[in-house]
């Protein structure tokens, strides 16, 4: 049985090109901790885990080319277990089998304001290292959100040339975003978000028919409304909801200015809907 476990391993590595091995340590407790971990880490022919729950370390064998450790051990820290870079969400981690909750040696995910109070108090030299960080996270995104509000602009206008083009520089812009620069509890949120807001990004920049833009954009906005949640903005952000939109399920937007602009009829209900929420 251990021959042909063995044998699985060595098969399933050879599948991974331009290979990179690092050796990560990875707290669980069991065999279906062992389960929960690989699976949450490992991709076909991309990624393998290899976690041993005696020594709690894992053997992370990768495609260089295609992802990297700290997307691997993000994943897994999704999936409720702490590791050396990344916690995992008290909630998911409060969710595991009783026989899967290890002893965490930090309680709780470090946000972005209470690493600045443990800089202040621990060393204070450090302060400057920390909002350095927190700035080129705001820059990054911003650049991610400016480009959806101007697409939001072009969809409120029906002008479908202008949406295609900026959704191309909003695709470019989400491709830049360096997930090492952003904080813990951003970070869970792109991690969730990533995939959709390319989709659909992608999408809409291949076409210039303003309908299915309109339909792509439903989505989008909903996954965007989940990053500027976390992330925050320069400037208040209003939500904002039209009941008749999207076959009449409702849709929503968000937007700059709290006076309602209605992207998905534009002229033909500018007006239609209200700000259901203000994000500071």
């Known amino acids: 049985m251990a021959i042909a476990l063995l044998l699985s391993v060595t098969a399933a590595t050879a599948q991974i090109k331009n290979t990179k091995t690092e050796t990560v340590k990875i707290f669980g407790n069991c065999g279906m901790c062992e389960t929960n971990i690989e699976k949450a880490g490992s991709l076909n022919k991309v990624a393998m885990v290899d976690w041993n729950k005696d020594s709690k370390m894992a053997t992370i064998t990768y495609d260089a080319k295609k992802t990297n450790s700290d997307e691997i051990l993000k994943r897994i820290a999704l999936a409720g277990y702490d590791n050396e870079k990344f916690l995992a969400p008290v909630d998911v981690y409060d969710n595991l089998h009783g026989c899967c909750q290890y002893d965490r040696e930090a309680k709780l995910a470090v946000t972005t304001e209470e690493s600045k109070t443990e800089m202040n108090h621990d060393n204070h030299s450090n302060h400057t290292e920390v909002a350095t960080l927190d700035k080129q996270e705001v820059n990054q995104l911003k650049?991610?959100?400016?480009?959806?509000?101007?697409?939001?602009?072009?969809?409120?206008?029906?002008?479908?040339?202008?949406?295609?083009?900026?959704s191309k520089d909003m695709l470019v812009s989400l491709n830049d975003v360096k997930m090492n620069e952003l904080s813990m509890d951003v970070h869970m949120v792109w991690m969730k978000v990533m995939k959709d807001l390319k989709t659909e990004s992608n999408i809409i920049s291949e076409t210039q028919d303003v309908k299915k833009q309109r339909s792509s954009f439903t989505t989008l906005s909903k996954n965007m409304y989940e990053l500027i949640k976390a992330a925050k903005y320069e400037s208040p952000v209003y939500y904002q909801f039209c009941p008749m939109a999207n076959g009449g399920k409702g849709a929503n937007w968000l937007s700059k200015e709290?006076?309602?602009?209605?992207?998905?009829?534009?002229?033909?209900?500018?007006?239609?809907?209200?700000?259901?929420?203000?994000?500071?």
């Open 143 to 166: 650049t991610v959100f400016d480009n959806y509000f101007l697409l939001k602009d072009a969809l409120v206008k029906s002008d479908g040339v202008s949406a295609s083009a900026v």
């Open 258 to 280: 709290n006076a309602v602009k209605n992207p998905y009829y534009g002229s033909q209900m500018m007006t239609c809907g209200k700000t259901v929420e203000t994000i500071k």
